[in-house]
């Protein structure tokens, strides 16, 4: 293969790992839910472990352990946020902003 037929491979792997991170999204809110009708806590140290374990059990290389664990540690960083957001949504609008405010937020 040239360096376009393995560019074209890329391309396809990272149109599905969009597709797996958003499925890996779709479940952290709905943990999200079950965390904020339960009052348990969003940042689970444990739970961070065994994914970190699993993954770099789960791991045939090249990509080195480390780097992995790095990559999920930031992975689980970005749905630890989507979870915040599903116990704590963003306010809505109250409708008491003057015209001004609008302004100063556009």
Known sequence: MDIEDWRK????????????LNDRARAAVEIGKLKRETNLPVYEPDRER?????VQEANRGPLPSRDLVRIYERIIDVMRNIQKEEIAPVAEPTGAETELDSEVND
């Open 9 to 20: 491979k890329i391309d396809e792997l990272d149109r599905k790992l969009v597709a797996l």
């Open 50 to 54: 065994v994914v970190f374990a699993n």
